[in-house]
């Protein structure tokens, strides 16, 4: 299976906030485009690069680093196969971690050393949110098991350890945890995680992801068949609807509400989608912070998304996203799959290479 992954450039992001109920449709083209398989993430201090697992080829693994100029360095390498979406990264690129596909391995990149730790059996967990894994400071980490030191720097004596059988969602130095009907509020301690409050959510419902979205701390629910948004910060009754406010709510009467919403360095995000359309070509973009939202086309021929997950970069100027090659009557993820770049305003298509 192969995967397109597309990176945008947004015009003016930063410095234009649209107005809630006419808001500017600002352009984004895309500018490179490049065969791949897997999940790929952000990950840089300064200079935007993403990472990813590569086979090498001699039975192992690499996590590699991309730059958007197609330069490519090896963070660290290991035997077997990478669990995809444990790959994680923190906020300034400098601790990378990742199980591998059995999950009897957990592999924790800080300091330019690698730390590896093994489990007494494989995990079945699955990783759910950009910072489950790891938080977004890289000081904590969240795994349903007990970590054995096997080599390299013990880094897990300095960090801060949340075991849990539940996927934990890293935010602001707490650690929201997805119980059965509600969202579980964790704070660390001289004691350690220490339960804070519960806050209630949907029954069957679980979280796809909790982002910051400027000052608001917003969790995206779904079920498989509907999405649900809720504001983690607000109380429950009587709270302000600021998704209603800067116009987001709006956009559903036109486009379609089952989508998740995702977000990092304190901007969400979204596509916009068909109504009743299962092949989810994307007729635009969002993003947002509390104050305001940006709504973006792309000049492209039509692409339709693959996987659920939008990744922006800190400038909030790039994007990527997983969609097929070519518009399928019938999405199947056998089906062929690459990775673009995309830019703002006046600006085409300028290369595309491919990576097998």
């Given at each position: 299976?192969?995967?397109?992954?597309?990176g945008?450039?947004m015009?003016?992001?930063?410095?234009?906030?649209?107005?809630?109920?006419?808001?500017?449709l600002?352009p984004?083209?895309?500018?490179?485009?490049?065969?791949?398989?897997?999940k790929v993430?952000?990950?840089?201090?300064?200079?935007?690069?993403?990472?990813?697992?590569?086979?090498?080829?001699?039975?192992r693994?690499?996590?590699?680093?991309?730059?958007?100029d197609?330069s490519?360095?090896?963070?660290?390498?290991?035997p077997?196969?990478?669990?995809?979406n444990?790959?994680?990264c923190?906020?300034?690129?400098?601790?990378?971690?990742?199980?591998?596909?059995?999950?009897?391995?957990?592999?924790?990149?800080?300091?330019?050393?690698?730390?590896?730790?093994k489990?007494?059996?494989?995990?079945?967990?699955?990783?759910?949110?950009?910072?489950?894994?790891?938080?977004p400071?890289?000081?904590?980490?969240?795994?349903?098991?007990?970590?054995?030191?096997?080599?390299?720097?013990?880094?897990?004596?300095?960090?801060?350890?949340?075991r849990?059988?539940?996927?934990?969602f890293?935010?602001g130095?707490?650690?929201?945890?997805?119980?059965?009907?509600?969202?579980?509020?964790?704070?660390?301690?001289?004691?350690?995680?220490?339960?804070?409050?519960?806050?209630?959510?949907p029954?069957?419902f679980?979280?796809?992801?909790?982002?910051?979205?400027?000052?608001?701390?917003?969790a995206s629910?779904?079920?498989?068949?509907n999405?649900?948004?809720?504001?983690?910060?607000?109380p429950?009754?009587?709270?302000?609807?600021?998704?209603?406010?800067?116009?987001?709510?709006?956009?559903?009467?036109?486009?379609?509400?089952?989508?998740?919403f995702?977000?990092?360095?304190?901007?969400?995000?979204?596509?916009?989608?068909?109504?009743?359309?299962?092949r989810?070509?994307?007729?635009?973009?969002?993003?947002?912070?509390?104050?305001?939202?940006?709504?973006?086309?792309?000049?492209?021929?039509?692409?339709?998304m693959?996987?659920?997950?939008?990744?922006?970069?800190?400038?909030?100027?790039?994007?990527?996203?997983?969609?097929?090659?070519?518009?399928?009557?019938?999405?199947?993820?056998?089906?062929?799959?690459?990775?673009?770049?995309?830019?703002?305003?006046?600006?085409?298509?300028?290369?595309d290479?491919?990576?097998?």
């Amino acid at each position: 299976m192969l995967q397109l992954v597309f990176g945008m450039l947004m015009a003016t992001l930063a410095g234009s906030h649209a107005v809630a109920a006419q808001p500017v449709l600002l352009p984004a083209t895309i500018v490179s485009a490049f065969d791949f398989r897997g999940k790929v993430r952000f990950c840089y201090d300064q200079q935007p690069e993403f990472i990813y697992f590569r086979k090498t080829g001699n039975g192992r693994s690499a996590v590699e680093a991309r730059s958007m100029d197609a330069s490519i360095r090896t963070i660290f390498d290991f035997p077997g196969l990478g669990d995809d979406n444990s790959l994680s990264c923190s906020v300034d690129g400098s601790t990378v971690e990742a199980l591998n596909t059995t999950q009897d391995r957990l592999y924790i990149y800080k300091a330019s050393q690698l730390s590896v730790y093994k489990f007494d059996r494989g995990l079945l967990y699955s990783v759910k949110g950009q910072y489950s894994l790891l938080s977004p400071d890289g000081s904590a980490i969240s795994v349903p098991g007990d970590p054995i030191h096997v080599s390299g720097p013990d880094v897990l004596r300095q960090m801060r350890f949340l075991r849990t059988k539940r996927n934990a969602f890293f935010e602001g130095g707490n650690a929201y945890l997805d119980e059965d009907r509600s969202i579980d509020l964790y704070q660390y301690g001289n004691d350690g995680w220490q339960k804070q409050r519960s806050i209630a959510k949907p029954a069957g419902f679980y979280i796809h992801e909790i982002s910051r979205c400027g000052s608001r701390i917003l969790a995206s629910l779904g079920n498989g068949e509907n999405a649900r948004f809720i504001a983690l910060d607000e109380p429950s009754k009587g709270r302000a609807d600021w998704l209603k406010n800067i116009g987001v709510r709006s956009l559903f009467g036109a486009f379609s509400d089952q989508v998740e919403f995702d977000g990092a360095y304190g901007r969400c995000v979204f596509p916009l989608l068909g109504m009743r359309d299962g092949r989810k070509i994307i007729l635009g973009i969002v993003t947002f912070d509390n104050e305001a939202m940006q709504r973006f086309t792309v000049a492209a021929p039509p692409l339709a998304m693959s996987d659920d997950d939008i990744s922006l970069s800190k400038d909030g100027c790039h994007a990527l996203i997983s969609a097929f090659k070519q518009v399928p009557d019938i999405p199947e993820f056998t089906m062929a799959q690459n990775v673009s770049f995309v830019r703002g305003r006046d600006v085409e298509r300028h290369f595309d290479y491919r990576n097998s």
